[in-house]
């Protein structure tokens, strides 16, 4: 199986920070990463798919980057909505497995 | 709109089997494959299978091969996940969701409310 890891698991931001969650793949995985937020509660929300496109309807301070093994989940400038916990997942083979999270919260 | 509507929580003793329902409505059915993804209390997500919905065809996690069995109703538009054998460690809040195919790298854009299975004694 491919194992995803983020970092780091948990930040402290403030409103108007830039943030930036790095997702790794244990082999390389081209583009097949998508990125989730996941309030308390609440079923995952797609933001980002295929490493770098925007989900439509997603607010662009969120952005993504990366291929083969590293990528990167960036927001421009948090907002207080976007106080949740993040995932990536890869797809590139079965299982489609996600990273372990990384709780962002208000410092 | 699209919606997935997940059927209600359930308590199950273990050695039990369980079956949550994800009725779809707002799409196409065959447009999309249904993925199945958990998350156990505290915990990340865990992605156990899916299937497509055009001709039912599932894809599990090798985790959970043999216990776990996808299918699909086109005539209710409906997908159904059952889960045999269930342990204390099952305990979960299931998810089904929509699989976008290789166009929108396999992601899920819309879930369902999720279903709590409690396994306990």
């Known amino acids: 199986d491919i194992q995803m890891t983020q970092s780091p698991s948990s930040l402290s931001a403030s409103v108007g920070d830039r943030v930036t969650i790095t997702c790794r793949a244990s082999?390389?995985?081209?583009?097949?990463l998508n990125w989730y937020q996941q309030k308390p509660g609440k079923a995952p929300n797609l933001l980002i798919y295929?490493?770098?496109t925007l989900q439509s309807g997603v607010p662009s301070r969120f952005s993504g980057s990366g291929s083969g093994t590293d990528f990167t989940l960036s927001i421009s400038s948090l907002q207080p909505e976007d106080f949740a916990t993040y995932f990536c997942?890869?797809?590139?083979?079965?299982?489609?497995?996600f990273g372990q999270g990384t709780k962002v919260d208000i410092k | 709109q699209v919606q997935l509507l997940q059927s209600g929580a359930e308590v199950k003793k273990p050695g039990a089997s369980v079956r949550v329902s994800c009725k779809a409505s707002?799409?196409?059915?065959?447009?999309?494959?249904i993925a199945w993804v958990r998350q156990a209390p505290g915990q990340g997500l865990e992605w156990m299978g899916w299937?497509?919905?055009?001709?039912?065809?599932?894809n599990y996690a090798q985790k959970f091969q043999g216990r776990l069995t996808m299918t699909t109703d086109t005539s209710t538009t409906t997908a159904y996940m059952d889960l045999t054998s269930l342990r204390s460690d099952d305990t979960a809040v299931y998810y089904c969701?929509?699989?976008?195919?290789?166009?929108?790298?396999?992601?899920?854009?819309?879930w369902g409310q999720g279903t709590l299975v409690s396994v306990s004694s």
């Open positions: 969701a929509t699989d976008h195919g290789y166009s929108y790298a396999y992601s899920s854009v819309y």
């Open positions: 707002g799409y196409s059915f065959t447009s999309y494959g």
């Open positions: 299937i497509t919905a055009y001709n039912a065809n599932p």
């Open positions: 082999q390389s995985i081209s583009t097949y």
């Open positions: 295929a490493a770098s």
């Open positions: 997942q890869q797809t590139y083979s079965p299982p489609r497995t």
